[in-house]
């Protein structure tokens, strides 16, 4: 688990405790026109961004900043978010004698961006280019080793400074990318009500704040309300109200939901299934959308709400099943792997008012597999 510098591990085990980006900017073309965002944190920015994004998004953002009388330094990031890549970007930053630090893109660039700069203490920048996570706005990092696995989680001080999102070039991105960023902002709320029910804690090692659960309910709310318009802009690389209320959702609604309403048994479910190391190659929020049917399951949700959530996730067409996943021949024996990992004794899965084994792991996911799979065929979602 991460280690938060900011966490209340020695205090009043009462304390609540809410976190967020210091400041949240979300509109059309606002990489254009974001300057005064951005000036407070000085004159000389440090842009990182994958090879990708850098030539289609960063190289004009650049040239705007640029333009604008800032002095930039832009690097290509490439590979895994590894303590080496962390090192590196830090030195390459240091030495271009930068005033802030600007994370341009995905996940792993973020995590190296948030990583790199904790470690030369200057402000932190993320400008997501997809709505596909609610990364951007946390402080926290996931590590990898140069193979891909996963090394660690960072926690850090603080959230990044500024979240800087321009809801043109999350238009721009594929559809799937959005949907994938509902799944994960689904299992918000119903991690968040969740840890109420249990009178949990969340990564900051302190109780929930009404405000927490408020926006972790309304997050859900939101997606419920404007997933499919919001696609359809997607699918037209249109801007619309209803686009931005699910980037909002998805981002930041989730971000802060998660971060300070907690996370439960969705989250370890999901991760648990990386130890197999096969199945398709799914997104973060496509793995998710199966985890929260397997905590519904394990927690005895009324047929009406589990079959709410498993039609809007068919819908939205992510995995519901173990064949969604690429995963129909799952043995015995790797199942009680995936049981067992999500069962490891520092998993917030322990947090669920419900019986928590391996064994009741593998039996949720069994069954979650064979009821989706039913409904698919009764519903005339499976040929």
Known sequence: ??????????????????????????????????????????????????????????????????????????VSFTGEATMAAIDSVGNQAKDADCDFLIGLGGGKTIDTAKSAASNLGIPLVIIPTLASTDAPTSRLAVIYKEDGSLENYLGFNANPNL??????????????????????ALSTWIEARAIKRAFGKTILSGHQTLTALAIAEKCEEVIFEYAFEALEANAANVVTPALEYAIEANILMSGLGFESGGTCAVHPIQNAFLVLGRGKNLMHGERVAFGILCQLMMEGAPKAEFDRYLDFLIRLGLPTTLEDQGLADITAEELKMVGETANAPWESIHQLPAEVTPESVVNAIVAVDKYATTYKKEHGFLN
Do not use: H
């Open 1 to 74: 688990m991460p280690f938060f510098a900011f966490s209340n591990k020695e205090g009043n085990d009462l304390v609540k405790i809410f976190v967020s980006p210091s400041d949240f900017v979300l509109g059309s073309d606002v990489l254009k026109t974001g300057k005064d965002f951005l000036v407070k944190f000085g004159n000389k920015p440090f842009l990182l961004g994958d090879p990708f994004i850098m030539e289609n998004v960063g190289k004009d953002f650049a040239e705007y900043l640029t333009d604008e009388g800032m002095k930039v330094t832009s």
């Open 163 to 184: 979240v800087l999102v321009d809801s043109k070039v999350i238009a721009g991105a594929p559809t799937r990318f959005l949907a994938a960023g509902f799944g994960d």
